[in-house]
């Protein structure tokens, strides 16, 4: 691949969330306040309602936004569904029990993501995918560990945005996040040996999502994670026990 790598593709509803926040930060609104209507809120980041509606729902599943019938917005503790700060509270990085159990959610929720992005991702998606894993791929031939994960994030969360459910998306963005921070702790940020597979396993996941093919995505991303996990084991045992 030559030249500058263009961006992943993200959906509107994400970028408007962002956006949604951004003003919010901007307002200096606390919790308990309330925000503007949808209608406003769609003017301000110059997008439709139904646009503004689904970056709603993504805000409210991850605790930053409390949706109240019938009264409006209001800005939540971020306490909610899948608010980071209850996820924070119960998750050490350094608790190897924990980094399993990580592990383990992950499969659940990425092969679930695959599963539906198979039955639902656009064209658009598919490219968006497509040029992730082209991304981790460079990364790992030109040893450049900032690109691989940077190709990585976006495989996996383009792979959650096709599956157009955004409470999937909220909690694969979480759950890699918490990954990323135990990966730094327990291998100080490694590719480790794993990664000429991962390129492999992320193309069988793709082939698969592309080819409309579920059952065949959900069994890709569960060995990709499966196969992750061992790397990850080994790793840690190398590293802490000198195995």
């Known amino acids: 691949m030559d030249g500058a790598q263009p961006e992943a593709y993200r959906p509107g509803y994400e970028l ?12 200096r609104l606390q919790p308990g306040d309330r925000m503007p209507t949808e209608h406003e809120l769609a003017s301000r980041v110059g997008t439709s309602r139904t646009v503004v509606r689904e970056a709603i ?3 409210s599943a991850i605790g930053r936004v409390n949706v109240q019938k019938g009264r409006g917005l209001y800005v939540a503790d971020g306490e909610g569904m899948l608010g980071s700060s209850r996820w924070g509270a119960t998750f050490l990085p350094t608790d190897l029990d924990h980094v ?6 992950r499969r659940v929720q990425e092969t679930a993501a695959s599963r539906l992005a ?8 598919l490219r968006a995918i497509e040029t ?9 031939l030109t040893a450049q560990v900032a690109l691989f994960d940077r190709g990585d994030d ?4 383009g792979i959650a945005a096709a599956s157009h459910n955004p409470f999937l998306v909220a909690s694969v963005r979480e759950a890699r996040r918490l990954q990323r921070q ?3 702790i327990g291998m100080n940020g490694a590719i480790g040996s794993h990664a000429a597979e991962a390129i492999a396993e992320h193309d069988a996941i793709y082939q698969a999502i592309r080819d ?14 499966d196969k992750t996990l061992d790397d990850y084991r080994r790793e840690i045992q190398r590293r802490v026990f000198g195995e």
Do not use: N, W
């Not at 976006?154 to 969360?157: Q, V």
């Not at 069994?219 to 994670?225: D, F, I, M």
């Open 57 to 59: 729902k993504i805000l």
């Open 16 to 27: 408007a969330a962002e956006q949604i926040l951004q003003l919010i930060t901007e307002a």
């Open 212 to 225: 409309g093919d579920a059952e065949a995505a959900a069994v890709a991303a569960g060995v990709h994670l």
């Open 182 to 184: 135990s990966s730094t």
């Open 118 to 125: 198979a039955a639902r991702a656009t064209p658009a998606e």
């Open 100 to 105: 399993y159990m990580l592990f383990e959610f």
């Open 132 to 140: 992730a894993a082209q991304l981790c791929e460079q990364g790992h």
């Open 154 to 157: 976006d495989f996996h969360l």
